[in-house]
């Protein structure tokens, strides 16, 4: 069908700039982890040390969603004959998990760094740092409005993920930049437990985009979506009754299969006008990558 062509068509080329943003977001999270990590060792700051290993984690994140999406942009083969989709939610699930647990370190260290400077003679906090982290902040919160742009325009997954990643480093950055001149002007031990109580933060939003990955590679789906299609289904003729809908998100694509009955007296070619019909209803009102939709004939009760 034309329809699903075209919806077809568009969620590759939407494949392919996500790619391309996905890239944009690996350049400049090497840059920010090499700069914040040559700084944070030579103030001795472990705030400023937790932001650059967290933009060490979106570095890993992005290498993961590049990957996801090369492998989604493959032809359909024996083995996977719907094709390669679903590796775009593997690579944000792997990305997600490094993403918590980079952030679970970060707290470990924090809540260290902050008890050394109450047991131990503590290191003098620098300005320097702080500065570091405000112009990385800068930086990402950029990073994230143009996230956000694209993702506007496309909702990619993919994008998605970078978005909130990069509001994530954009928190991180500020909020260490505000634990080091706390540390600074009151008392160094404000340079760890920043990196601590963001470090919660970041677990909890990781969680969150884990939750949701998960959520589509164990095919749980949308009820109101279904509800949706069930209400344009119900309206062609031709349809006795809606046996069964179920959907699936495979990456981005929606994948909809759709079981009806029809009267028992209709030809076959009758049948398969009826499912083309639903077919480009359903991909003509929403954006989906696949239906398939199989015929039935009516079941007559026998008294």
Known sequence: MKTTLENRMRYFDNLKKSKKIAYLNLLVFILLFVG???????SG??????ASFNNLSSVIISIGIILGLKVSLKDPSHSHSKGYQQFETLGNLFSSMV???MSAYIVVEGVRGAYASVKETPIQADILPALVAIGAGGIMLIMFLVNRKFYSKIESNSI???MKDAFSDTLMNFGTAMGILLAVALNPMFDGLTAAILGVILCRMSYLVIKDNVFHLSDGFDPEMIQNYYNVIETIEG??????ITGRKIG?????DVTIEVLGSITV???GMIADEIEADLTGRFDIFDVDVQVKPKRVSRN
């Open 36 to 42: 914040e990590l040559v700084i944070a060792l030579s």
């Open 160 to 162: 998605n993920t970078l």
């Open 99 to 101: 993403m918590f647990f």
């Open 45 to 50: 700051s472990k705030a400023l040390l937790a």
């Open 269 to 271: 070619e009758e049948g």
């Open 252 to 256: 981005d694509a929606i994948a909809v």
């Open 239 to 244: 349809v006795e009754k809606i046996v069964d």
